[in-house]
């Protein structure tokens, strides 16, 4: 469902139907009558706008990641791809990236689509790796106001206008990647103290690579044994990703 939704507005998009500020009303309607015809659900205009907010917030955190420090970008694969060490250590400090690194991003390239473009020009354009901070409580119709705040009255017996909606310009990318590694540091140097704890069930996972020789695989165990933050990385993995660890480890030391 998730690939018809992105696929569907990443061709309206592809379409020139998207306005500058984002998706009409009519659009999700639309969309929504898609799923149902298609998965025979009710699926509704607000859930349809609520998913859309979901990968939204994904491509944000795709955006950043792809800026940090020593990440290599895999076109072919759509992967962000860090050292081992490097991966251990980010994933420790925060382990709701886990999903984007060094494993293939679903539906990167809808995503880049429908947010990582746009039809604004002059001074409400925006580049496709703006990073953007959005309001989204009362966000109508799926759009966003672009226009600057509405000062208040200072007459006492007037009443304060309303505030529209504002779309916020995050600092500098160069100086957000700096920071967040220099935060990436810091939670390191505060966890490092009790992070030396093994996995209980490290030898079992490994064991379970049985395309491997055991020799390897104790060798490999042992590795994990003597750096635990890498175990436990080792241990968030899916079986594929496991499997790409060993092999390359093995290739390096054999």
Wanted: negative net charge; charged residues 25%.
């Amino acid at each position: 469902m998730t690939n018809t939704m992105l696929g569907f507005l990443a061709d309206l998009v592809a379409k020139g139907k998207r306005t500058s500020s984002g998706f009409r009303e009519a659009h999700h309607r639309q969309c929504a009558a898609v799923l149902n015809e298609q998965f025979k659900l009710a699926v509704t205009v607000e859930q349809v706008r609520n998913h859309l907010k979901k990968w939204r917030k994904i491509w944000g955190r795709v955006v950043i990641l792809k800026n940090l420090s020593g990440a290599l970008w895999d076109e072919d694969t759509c992967t962000i791809r860090l050292a081992e060490e490097h991966y251990a250590g980010h994933c420790m400090a925060h382990k709701a990236d886990a999903p984007y690194l060094n494993t293939p991003i679903e539906h990167y390239h809808a995503m880049a689509t429908i947010f990582g473009t746009t039809a604004a020009s002059g001074i409400n354009a925006r580049s496709g790796n703006d990073l953007l901070s959005i309001e989204v409580e009362d966000e109508e119709n799926g759009e966003v106001n672009t226009s600057p705040n509405v000062a208040e009255s200072s007459h006492p017996k007037g009443p304060p206008k309303k505030k529209a909606k504002v779309v916020k310009v995050l600092e500098d990318p160069l100086v957000t990647t700096l920071n967040y590694g220099f935060k990436l540091v810091a939670d390191a140097l505060v966890k490092s103290g009790d992070d030396d704890d093994i996995p209980a069930e490290l030898w079992d996972e490994v064991c379970k690579l049985g395309e491997f020789d055991e020799e390897h695989l104790a060798h490999y165990y042992a590795h994990l044994v003597d750096n635990p933050k890498i175990a436990k990385a080792f241990m968030t993995l899916s079986q594929t990703n496991k499997s790409v660890w060993v092999s390359r480890y093995v290739k390096k030391n054999f």
